[in-house]
Nanobody, 119 residues
Framework: QVDLVESGGGLVQAGGSLRLSCAPS????????KGWYRQAPGKQRELVAT???????NYADSVKGRFTISRDNAKNTMYLQMNSLKSEDTAVYYC?????????????WGQGTQVTVSS
């Protein structure tokens, strides 16, 4: 079984930056990046940013102008560049992508990476 693996989370001061990465854990035929979501304590999971196969992006109003979603098709990796971080960005961040293996297409989620912004 192939999973999505996120990295890049951590503790940062308000105003700082982090870059999250998301990639499959094993060999695949195709990686279709879809988006990043987050879940803060006591809150529901919410959309942060999405990217289409054509490269169009969409952002939650709360992160527009500060976060950038991107992908590297050659590396089968999706990124989330987070700048000007605020305390309210503190959450567990999850990536979502379709991966194609010999068993077909699977809608996959990462295990989550903690982002903590100190004020």
């Amino acid at each position: 079984q192939v999973d999505l693996v996120e990295s890049g989370g951590g503790l940062v001061q308000a105003g700082g930056s982090l870059r999250l990465s998301c990639a499959p854990s094993g060999s695949i035929f195709r990686f279709h990046a879809k988006g990043w979501y987050r879940q803060a304590p006591g809150k529901q999971r919410e959309l942060v940013a999405t990217i289409t196969s054509g490269g169009s992006t969409n952002y939650a109003d709360s992160v527009k102008g500060r976060f950038t979603i991107s992908r590297d098709n050659a590396k089968n990796t999706m990124y989330l560049q987070m700048n000007s971080l605020k305390s309210e960005d503190t959450a567990v961040y999850y990536c979502n992508a379709d991966i194609y293996t010999r068993w077909g297409r699977e809608d996959c989620w990462g295990q989550g990476t903690q982002v903590t912004v100190s004020s």
